[in-house]
């Protein structure tokens, strides 16, 4: 499902980018994916997914619509 809908980004590719340890920030996981934040109403949700990376579960937030 598509979490980042101004970049057309599914949660796999968002995710598989958080997971890497080297990843820091939101902004890290747009750069791996080759793309730019634009409106930034996902940006909390890609957040979750680097914190959900760290402390070793799958839950995903909810997809944006
Ligand atoms: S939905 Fe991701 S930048 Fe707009």
Same mark, same amino acid.
């Given at each position: ?7 057309? /980004?599914?949660?796999?590719? /968002? ?6 340890? *080297?990843?820091? *920030? ?13 409106? =930034?109403?996902? /940006? ?11 402390? =070793?579960?799958?839950? /995903? ?5």
């Amino acid at each position: 499902m598509y979490v980042c809908i101004c970049n057309a /980004l599914r949660d796999r590719e /968002l995710k598989a980018a958080a997971a890497d340890p *080297s990843i820091k *920030s939101a902004a890290c996981v747009f750069k791996r994916c080759d793309a730019k934040p634009k409106c =930034g109403r996902c /940006l909390p949700d890609v957040a979750d997914m680097i914190a959900a990376t760290r402390i =070793g579960t799958d839950d /995903l937030p909810a997809a944006a619509e």
